[in-house]
């Protein structure tokens, strides 16, 4: 409770102006912070975008991911429509060829996806919800004790002039 005060007091006389502030950032770290919340703002943005973005269902994994494509939907459709057609006619024989070719498309859309969710997604999400929050806290935590050093110094400073008044 009394560091509390302290720190209120030490807080109150650096914004009036009667105490003098450490700095303990230099500019540039100062101009870093302040893009700090905007970087956290775009990657959280970008990677809802990119999210929407995705076909198959984003942690699934990748049996379940592939049968919930719409490519494997219609290749499965062809493939059924050229068998209901059978092999000897022409058009059935292209709906299965086709058919398989869709199943492949789905198949390299699918591990694009997890490629991007692996690469970009899992990044994003780290910086915008674990890694800048952390840095913000650190930020908040620093404040805290350059207060309290603030506040133990000029306590130390006016003990040490009042001891040296008495003496």
Known sequence: MKKQFNRMKQLANQTVGRAEKTEVLS????QIER???LVR?????????MV???????????????????????SQAMVEGGSQLGEDSLIGKMMEVC?????????????????IEKDVLDPLSQLAEVDVPNILKQRKQLA????????A???????????S???
């Open 27 to 30: 500019d540039d770290l100062l």
């Open 35 to 37: 893009r700090m919340e």
């Open 41 to 49: 703002v775009v990657s959280h943005n970008t990677h809802k975008r």
């Open 52 to 74: 929407s973005c995705l076909q198959g269902h984003i942690g699934a994994d990748a049996e379940k991911r592939h049968k919930k494509l719409p490519l494997t939907a219609l």
């Open 99 to 115: 058919g398989d070719a869709e199943n492949r498309l789905a198949s390299e859309l699918m591990q694009h996806e997890l490629q």
């Open 144 to 151: 805290k004790l350059v207060l309290d050093y603030d506040s």
């Open 153 to 163: 110094r000029a306590r130390s400073v006016s003990f040490l002039s009042s001891f």
């Open 165 to 167: 008044s008495t003496v």
